[in-house]
């Protein structure tokens, strides 16, 4: 969990790069519900990463499954509308 806690504070502090390289494996590997949240913001804002909205959907869709309600919220945003709202 640290390395949880350790990627969100980078992420806070927009240090986007260092961010990924911890919620990447947390994500992939541990299936990590908030760390795949997370991969799903950066895709979606560009936020050390191209702008990806196929990415940001992937990650918040495996999210969803493992329980995050806020990507839940964010992946029915993204497919039921055209334009962003959040």
């Known amino acids: 969990m640290d390395e949880l806690y350790t990627a969100i ?3 806070d502090e927009e240090k986007f790069t260092q961010a ?4 990447y494996p947390l994500a992939a590997y541990k299936k990590n519900p908030e760390a795949q ?20 959907k ?16 964010r992946l029915s945003e993204l497919e039921t509308s055209t334009k962003t709202t959040f």
């Not at 949240?37 to 940001?56: I, P, R």
């Not at 499954?65 to 839940?72: L, Q």
Request: aromatic share 26%.
């Open 58 to 73: 992937d990650w918040w869709k495996k999210a969803t499954r493992n329980g995050h309600v806020d990507a839940a919220y």
């Open 9 to 11: 504070a980078l992420y």
């Open 37 to 56: 949240f997370y991969l799903g913001m950066m895709y979606f804002y560009g936020e050390g990463l191209t702008v990806d909205l196929e990415q940001a």
């Open 20 to 23: 990924y390289e911890l919620f």
